[in-house]
Each structure stands twice: as C-alpha cells, then as structure tokens.
C-alpha cells in the first residue's frame, strides 16, 4: 500500500451512489484487494483532496467490515470547497489519499443503554454505531431526524436490518404525530442510558440543551460537530503565545488565530477543519487560561484549561504558554 505518512494510506473510489437528494456516499477499499486498518464505531478519516483541501467524513459501514471503508458527504451549499470537490471530482476507480481512521465519538463501554439522535447527515457515524451495538446484542434505540424523506440518506438499507425496529424515522414536513419530540424523549434520564447525538449544530445544540435541563449526567452525554461556526468577538483583544520549548514568544492580533499567527512566525501546526470540531490541532497548554471557542472538548475537559484548539480559541491570559 502507498504511503505518505506512517498513518496515511492511499485507496480507491470501488463505488460512488447517490443516497438522497444532495448526499452521495463513497465505497474505499485498498487498491490491491487487502484489508484496511481497524476502525471502531464513531471513527472517521481525513480525506485529502487533490486541491490541498482536508476533511474529515465519519464511517457508516460495519465496523467488522475490514475490506471498505464508506462515507457519505452532504454537498453544502455554503461549502468551502471539501464537499463540492467531492461531489463533483471524486469519480469511481479514481484513488484517494486519507489518514487512517480516528475516533473522537466512541461508545462508551459501560452503557446499558444506548439512545441515538441523528440529523440529517450525521446519521454517517450514528450508523456505524447502531451495526455495532446490534452484534453485540446491546440494548439501543436510534432516532433519525430530517426535513423530508428524499433527503433521507440510508433508510432503504436501515429498513431491511435486523435492527431496524429500533430505528425512528422523524420527517419535519410529515405529519405531527411522527416528529421528534425531544422533551418526551429526553425527559427521564436513567443510570447507565448513554445518549449520543450527531448532525447539524442547531439540531445538536437543541438536543444537548434539552437533555441538561432534564438532568442528564455530562458523562453521559456523548457528540460530534462536522461544523461550527468561529467565534469572533468585537472585544477580541491582542495576547501572546510563548513556545516552552524555545522561549520564542508571538504576539496574536486581535483578527488573528493562533493558528495564524504561529504560521506567520514559520511554526507549523497540523489543522484540518479549521473550525474547532475536529481536534486535529489540539495543544497543550501549560499557563496561562484559553478563552475556548471549540466545539470539541467535553465541558470538563475546557474546564481543565491544560489545552485548546488553536485554530478557533484564544486567551483570557496576557500569555498562553504551549507545549510546542
């Protein structure tokens, strides 16, 4: 297999299809007909487009499946260019080079119960968990909420699973006794129910706002953003960033990133979505206090204040001194 890092890999497109209106999956598999590197259910890759583009699209299919990788990707009409390229370049038997697969959005090994909200394309991840906890034999319910059923990706192949009793299909143009009731749904939380939700941010902000005024415990509270909005304040003010390693210290302007700043000053940070949700750039920080914008840490895990995103958050301190 071709390699360009020790974690990345080459495959090649087997099958492109069109699941619903604006969401076209894509088979991978290895270009010489071996297996893939494991991926566990929620795990996702970073596809690296031929423009320098990289983005990361969750994996649906069964995770006992060793011979493909498939994702789907929802051509955004505000795309930044990662999405339209897929729609539009990414041909069967074309190869793609990708990251081997990462998994921010596990199952939580203690679950007794398992409650899955998906919204529109973010049913990719929430799939690939339902196949999961299906062999297992896990107790589990699905919910999978869209505008109408032509943008429904998957519920032909959900609805001839052996698990699809458990799968709730949620139309918001459909009649009112079938749409997502979240209070209803959300409002008994119970020891050892893990709920995980994925799908657009206000789907997902209305979800986990829901679940946290019913009492839901945090540690039970499992998600995944694909996109978030970067925040950016009129009351953003300069600081600086001190690298522990060389003592080199780099001023951040108010319009600027970290991430941007460092690179104007010739340090290199990995990033990929640019946007805090996908981790890729997560640093550590050994003073100072970030002022966190992300959608990716866990509410405990910003607490904390030992790291942050560069590419979206900033400091509440004169100087941030990172690990790098």
């Known amino acids: 297999m071709t390699s360009t890092a020790a974690t990345d890999l080459h495959v090649r497109v087997k099958t492109r299809r069109n699941e619903a209106v604006d969401i076209c999956s894509f088979e ?3 270009p010489d007909g071996g297996t893939l590197p494991a991926f566990t259910a929620g795990a996702h890759i970073d596809v690296h487009l031929p423009d320098g583009l990289t983005r990361q699209y969750s994996l649906c299919n069964d995770p006992a499946e060793t011979h493909r990788y498939r994702i789907a990707v929802l051509r955004e009409a505000a795309s930044r260019g990662g999405s339209r390229a897929m729609h539009e370049t990414v041909q069967e038997g074309q190869l793609l080079h990708i990251g081997a697969p990462k998994n921010h959005f596990p199952l939580a090994p203690d679950a007794h119960r398992s409650l899955l909200l998906a919204g529109g394309i973010g049913v990719t991840p929430i799939l690939a968990m339902v196949r999961r ?12 909420g869209v505008r109408s059923r032509e943008r429904a990706a998957f519920v032909d192949e959900i609805a001839q699973q052996p698990f699809a009793d458990r799968v709730t299909l949620h139309l918001d143009n459909g009649p009112e006794h079938q749409k997502l ?17 994925c799908g657009p941010k206000g789907f997902m902000d209305a979800v986990l706002a829901q679940a946290r ?5 945090e540690a039970q509270l499992h998600w995944e953003f694909f ?7 009129a009351g953003d003010a300069s600081f600086s960033v001190k690298l522990a390693r060389s003592g ?14 460092l690179a104007a000053a010739g340090v290199t940070v990995e990033t990929s979505c640019e946007q805090g949700v996908c981790g890729t750039c997560l640093t550590r920080v050994l003073e100072g206090v970030p002022d966190h914008r992300d959608a990716y840490l866990m509410p405990a895990e910003q607490q904390a204040n030992d790291q942050f995103l560069p590419c979206c958050s900033r400091s509440h301190s004169p100087v941030l001194v990172l690990d790098l």
């Open 248 to 261: 080199r210290v780099i001023a951040v302007a108010p319009a600027q990133t970290v991430v941007e700043a």
């Open 28 to 30: 991978l598999v290895h």
């Open 213 to 217: 005024a019913a009492g839901w415990p």
């Open 227 to 233: 996109a978030a909005e970067v925040q950016k304040s």
């Open 181 to 197: 009731e979240l209070a209803r749904l959300l409002a008994a939380p119970t020891p050892g129910t893990h709920l995980y939700v």
């Open 133 to 144: 906890l299906a062999s297992c034999g896990a107790a589990f319910d699905m919910h999978y």
